[in-house]
T-cell receptor
């Protein structure tokens, strides 16, 4: 079993729609959680951290359920520029950035 | 401010040859990481430097891989001799560290794509 599991997609979504990604992780001792975004042939970039209380950044909302070991990302009013691969990332440690990545979910926003 | 830079962006070599990848982290970042993505797989941790010291090299695949960070500035990752399964994208990333920044954010370079024929 993979340490971080994601639906690879692809998700093809019309502009303006709402899209949700899910991710599960296997290690219950995991300390911190993130969504990274990666454009084609570019580097991964931090989109947002994920907290147990849930957090929002503009059109993006992230949720963490520690009991179910489940992380989600919701994108509202999707834009063409949201097309990218979204990486679910977990840090099982504290005090460093030794990150465990999911394989990523590819999203394409259709005009 | 310059981001993490990596060189070369793409390298094509034959099995058995040697390749050295270079990473220049963001200035002032003590933490430097190497990650790798092989085709169809997830990005995986290789090793972690704090300044010039190897903090964790548990992700290094085997002794054909050697990473150095002399003087605690730039880092090199040498593969010798290269095998077909070493093909992939090698990412370098840096961070200030939890002592100065608690976000856990890593800043990645664009990666060095290695193709072993």
């Amino acid at each position: 079993r993979k340490e971080v599991e994601q639906d690879p997609g692809p998700f093809n979504v019309p502009e303006g729609a709402t899209v949700a990604f899910n991710c599960t992780y296997s290690n219950s001792a995991s300390q911190s959680f993130f969504w990274y975004r990666q454009d084609c042939r570019k580097e991964p970039k931090l989109l947002m951290s994920v907290y147990s209380s849930g957090n929002e950044d503009g059109r993006f909302t992230a949720q963490l359920n520690r009991a179910s070991q489940y992380i989600s990302l919701l994108i509202r009013d999707s834009k063409l520029s949201d097309s990218a691969t979204y990486l679910c990332v977990v840090n099982m440690n504290f005090g460093n950035e030794k990150l465990t990545f999911g394989t990523g979910t590819r999203l394409t926003i259709i005009p | 401010e310059a981001g993490v830079t990596q060189f070369p962006s793409h390298s094509v070599i034959e099995k058995g040859q040697t390749v050295t990848l270079r990473c220049d982290p963001i200035s002032g970042h003590d933490n430097l990481y190497w990650y790798r993505r092989v085709m169809g797989k997830e990005i995986k941790f290789l090793l972690h430097f704090v300044k010039e010291s190897k903090q964790d090299e548990s992700g290094m695949p085997n002794n054909r891989f050697l990473a150095e960070r002399t003087g605690g500035t730039y880092s090199t990752l040498k593969v010798q001799p290269a095998e077909l399964e070493d093909s992939g994208v090698y990412f370098c990333a840096s961070s200030q560290g939890f002592g100065r920044s608690n976000t856990g954010e890593l800043f990645f370079g664009e990666g060095s794509r290695l193709t072993v024929l």
